[in-house]
Structure formats: structure tokens, C-alpha cells
């Protein structure tokens, strides 16, 4: 209920800032009979979609789900661009009252403010191709990048050891079982070793089973392995990890397990989620989990750490881990040249790619799938690494 509720809010907050720009900067659009029907209207429609959403999520049925969120994203991401085109329009308008004001004999032609207006109408047109090149995007099959990580201490048996990264898949109104089934299928021709599965796997509680059983089809040498995400608490623990103990895929909850590959040692860990992180208790429940998971290390061992959440780097890295494999931010669905939009602004986050502290490398995937149908620049992925031994690259 608290994610709905925080969606609506931000729907509102979206809504009232368009009504404000409407009425204080952009009276001549707020005179027209359409504008002010369809302004009238947009609340009782997100209100609608929510109530149907809510009531999806509560009985479970994948279409009510599909039907309310798919409106109120379609409804977010139009006000999103109206809130822009008002804001360049009022702009306008705050400078030819200005000007009028100030400049009464030299008050500018009416063709250039009608040529002026008739240049912004490309704002809306331009927001509105955006976001329905976004909504496209999120449907596009996820890729497989291969990437290779390079470790000067590898142990030799370790050099071209493959692994596949499948995170926050959220089986569900977007992503079906038959999306995961073609991207099993061609990933099960690369050879992977070890299939890692770092949270937010199935949102669709009533094909959770069916969802385990696509993955094990796979039956890489080292094994299917998964971690806990946040939506897996939100669906409920129970339940989930039952689907998990009669499946041939392990989930390590702040434990590890060692696997051998040639003689060598490597040991695999997996946190719990502290389902949020914004609080100094939620960073030290973080903190906490990264090293129960890696307690048991076994000495000389090369570890890997699965983690939902990317800021368990900054707990790994002084424990002297070799690798962590995160998701959940989705890249924040808006990227740039291979990297998240909003970077710059919280490098803390670690939002999508590949990072460094020290020795420690860590991955974050923008993920499978997604609950907010929108991808820019930031398109699925289900990454496949190849350990090597090598000095790593500069970043």
C-alpha cells in the first residue's frame, strides 16, 4: 500500500503543479472549454487507475495491475510533458506582460508573439514522441552485454569463468514468463558457469513457481544462486522463500556457500534487503547483512557478493571483496553514453555500470524488466562476465 500511496502522491504533486502553471501563468489555455474538461477530469482518472491498481495487487490478478498502472504511467509521464511546455509558455507570457508594461508604444507585433507561441506547441509535440519512444523502449527484449572483469590476483582455474547477471526481472504486468523464456533461451548458448539472480525476481506471486522452474533450466556447472530485493518483502517472505527451498535454485539470505572450480576457491554471498535505504539504521542494516554474508569465507577464497542494493560496495570494499553484482535502480530508466542520466547528481547510488573502490569491483545492472513502463537510453540487460587476470582497466 505504501508504494501506491507514494506513486499517488507524486501524481498529485505532478497534477497540481500543471493546474498552478495553468492558472497563473497560462490564463488564454485555461479559457479553453477542452483544457479545462480534460484538467478536470486527469485527477478522477489517476484516482480511478490507483483504486484498480491497489485492487490488482491485492487479489493478485496480473491484468487489474497491468490496466491501473499502465494508465496512471501513461497519465504521469503526458503531465511530465505538459508541466514543461507550460512552464516555456508562461515564461513567455510573464515576458510579454513585461515588456507591454514597460515598453507600452513599442509593444511587440502581434505575427511575432503568434510566431513565437506557435514555436512552443513544438515542446508538447517533442515531450510527448519522448515518452512514447520511452514506453517503446521498455518493451525492447533485454541484451546481453559481455563484459570482462579483470582481477590481477585471479586464480588461474577462475581466468574465463563466466557469469550471468539476471536482476530485478519483475515477472508481472510488463515482463511475462514467455519474455524470460526467450532470454533463457539465448542465454543458455553463451555458456555461462554460474547464474546469479540479484532480487526483484517475480511480482506476479501466483507464477513464482513457474518462474524458479524457467530458471533452472539452465543448469550452469556452478549453479543458479539468488538474493533477496525489496519486492520479494513486499510479496511477502514466507511464501517466497517456500518457492525457494522445493526449487534447484539456492537462496543465501546473509550467508555464502564455496563452490570449486579446478582446485580453486570461490566463495558466492547474498545479503538480505533492508527494504529501504534512506535512514543512518537502514545503511547499518546494510552494513550488518554484507558481512554476515561473508563470514564464512573460506582463506584465499575469491569472492563475489550479491547484493540488491549497489551501496553494499562501500561495506565490501574495505572487507577487501573482489566483486559485487547489485541491481535495483533500474539505471533509474534514463541514461546517456552507457551511463544513468542522473549520475552526476547521486554518484552515491551507483546507479548502472561498473565501479571501483580499491581492489573491489561492482557491477550494477539496469535490470530485465521493470514496474514503470519507461526506458530511455537505458535499455534492458542480463550482462554476462567473464573473469580474467588482468590488471583492470582505468575507469
Not at 45 to 66: M, P
Request: positive net charge; charged residues 15%.
Amino acid at each position: 500500500m505504501g508504494f501506491v500511496f507514494t506513486v499517488g502522491l507524486f501524481f498529485l504533486f505532478q497534477y497540481g503543479l500543471v493546474l498552478a502553471l495553468l492558472w497563473g501563468l497560462n490564463r488564454p489555455w485555461w479559457q479553453v472549454a477542452w483544457v479545462r474538461r480534460t484538467a478536470l477530469w486527469t485527477p478522477l482518472a489517476g484516482l480511478l487507475s490507483g483504486v484498480i491498481w491497489r485492487a490488482g495487487t491485492h487479489l493478485e490478478l496480473n491484468l487489474l495491475v497491468f490496466a491501473g498502472l499502465g494508465v496512471v504511467a501513461g497519465l504521469s509521464l503526458c503531465l511530465a510533458g505538459l508541466l514543461v511546455a507550460l512552464l516555456l509558455t508562461g515564461l513567455v507570457h510573464a515576458a510579454e506582460w513585461t515588456h507591454d508594461r514597460w515598453h507600452h508604444p513599442q509593444a511587440p507585433s502581434p505575427e511575432r508573439r503568434h510566431l513565437l507561441r506557435c514555436g512552443l506547441v513544438v515542446v508538447p509535440a517533442l515531450s510527448t514522441l519522448t515518452a512514447g519512444g520511452g514506453m517503446i523502449a521498455s518493451a525492447t527484449p533485454a541484451h546481453i552485454p559481455r563484459i570482462d572483469l579483470n582481477f590481477p590476483e585471479l586464480p588461474a582455474p577462475l581466468a574465463g569463468l563466466k557469469i550471468l547477471q539476471l536482476s530485478d526481472i519483475h515477472i508481472g504486468p510488463y515482463i511475462r514468463l514467455s519474455h524470460l523464456d526467450a532470454l533463457l533461451g539465448r542465454a543458455g548458448d553463451l555458456g555461462a558457469d554460474l547464474v546469479l539472480v540479484t532480487g526483484d525476481l517475480c511480482d506476479d506471486m501466483p507464477v513464482f513457481a513457474q518462474t524458479l522452474r524457467l530458471l533452472e533450466q539452465l543448469r550452469p556447472s556452478l549453479g543458479v544462486y539468488a538474493c533477496l530485493g525489496n519486492h520479494e518483502h513486499f510479496r511477502g517472505l514466507r511464501r517466497i522463500k517456500e518457492h525457494f527451498a522445493v526449487s534447484g535454485i539456492r537462496l543465501l539470505v546473509n550467508e555464502g556457500v564455496g563452490l570449486d572450480r579446478g582446485g580453486a576457491s570461490l566463495y558466492l554471498g547474498g545479503t538480505d534487503d533492508p527494504r529501504t535505504l534512506r535512514s543512518p539504521a537502514s545503511y547499518e542494516l546494510l552494513r550488518r547483512y554484507v558481512e554476515r554474508s561473508l563470514a564464512g569465507t573460506a582463506t584465499g577464497a575469491f569472492r563475489v557478493l550479491m547484493s540488491h542494493r549497489a551501496q553494499a560496495l562501500d561495506y565490501a570494499a574495505p572487507l577487501g571483496v573482489e566483486l559485487v553484482l547489485a541491481g535495483h535502480t533500474h539505471g533509474f530508466q534514463l541514461g546517456y553514453q552507457g551511463r544513468s542520466f542522473f549520475e552526476s547528481w547521486m554518484p552515491e547510488r551507483y546507479p548502472w555500470g561498473l565501479y571501483r573502490q580499491g581492489p573491489t569491483q561492482l557491477y550494477t545492472s539496469a535490470g530485465v524488466g521493470h514496474w514503470f513502463p519507461f526506458r530511455l537510453g537505458c535499455p534492458p540487460e542480463a550482462p554476462l562476465f567473464t573473469l580474467r587476470r588482468a590488471n583492470p582497466l582505468p575507469a
